[in-house]
T-cell receptor, first 114, second 116 residues
Framework: AQSVSQHNHHVILSEAASLELGCNYSYGGTVNLFWYVQYPGQHLQLLLKYFSGDPLVKGIKGFEAEFIKSKFSFNLRKPSVQWSDTAEYFCAVNAPNTGNQFYFGTGTSLTVIP | DTGVSQDPRHKITKRGQNVTFRCDPI?????LYWYRQTLGQGPEFLTY????????KSRLLSDRFSAERPKGSFSTLEIQRTEQGDSAMYLC??????????????FGPGTRLTVL
């Protein structure tokens, strides 16, 4: 089974600081990669996804992520965070050739201080 | 509201009781997933339906758990003889028809189960 590691459990940043959240996965074959966000009191929602093509993908609200196959990584970045980015962020992996299971990381709690 | 809905939002039960949760996916979505999420963890896959067929089940899904999607629309997740370790948030997600495993999942608000 695949596994997903998110190295940062809690991150605290001031507004306008840059953000990078790490995500590594264990599967060596074809993968689809996702970042989901959960704002306080809300449902999980998709930030961005990678299926194929350009390894640098852009999502909503100024977020982007880069797929580095050689490092099995899919790190999330944002150049300048806002207070409204305070949320829980989850990386997820699906290996389409092995099934329909999605594997989620343990999440990173981001707090942005105004 | 055309999103994924789940009912009830909260359930408190005594150990040994049976509970059933319902999920109504987005109407045109043929894929439906159940997850369990405990504090400090990400969602853990439980089971997957394509239309009415249950195609995948996690090893986490013991024989006390059963899920159905009888008409390919709403789904139910039943837990029999609940244990305190079943306390968690149970999430449902749906995704549209497309290449296997590549669709964006739309999540519901979850049902929070507390077993006393």
């Amino acid at each position: 089974a695949q596994s997903v590691s998110q190295h940062n459990h809690h991150v605290i940043l001031s507004e306008a600081a840059s953000l990078e959240l790490g995500c590594n996965y264990s599967y060596g074959g074809t993968v689809n990669l996702f970042w989901y966000v959960q704002y306080p009191g809300q449902h999980l929602q998709l930030l961005l996804k990678y299926f194929s093509g350009d390894p640098l993908v852009k999502g909503i609200k100024g977020f982007e992520a880069e797929f580095i196959k050689s490092k099995f990584s899919f790190n999330l970045r944002k150049p300048s965070v806002q207070w409204s980015d305070t949320a829980e962020y989850f990386c997820a992996v699906n290996a389409p050739n092995t099934g329909n299971q999605f594997y989620f990381g343990t999440g990173t709690s981001l707090t942005v201080i105004p | 509201d055309t999103g994924v809905s789940q009912d009830p939002r909260h359930k408190i039960t005594k150990r040994g009781q049976n509970v059933t949760f319902r999920c109504d996916p987005i109407s045109e979505h043929n894929r439906l997933y159940w997850y369990r999420q405990t504090l400090g963890q990400g969602p853990e896959f439980l089971t997957y339906f394509q239309n009415e067929a249950q195609l995948e089940k996690s090893r986490l899904l013991s024989d006390r758990f059963s899920a159905e999607r009888p008409k390919g629309s709403f789904s139910t997740l039943e837990i029999q003889r609940t244990e305190q370790g079943d306390s968690a948030m149970y999430l449902c997600a749906s995704s549209p028809r497309g290449d296997r495993g590549t669709g964006e999942q739309f999540f519901g608000p979850g049902t929070r189960l507390t077993v006393l």
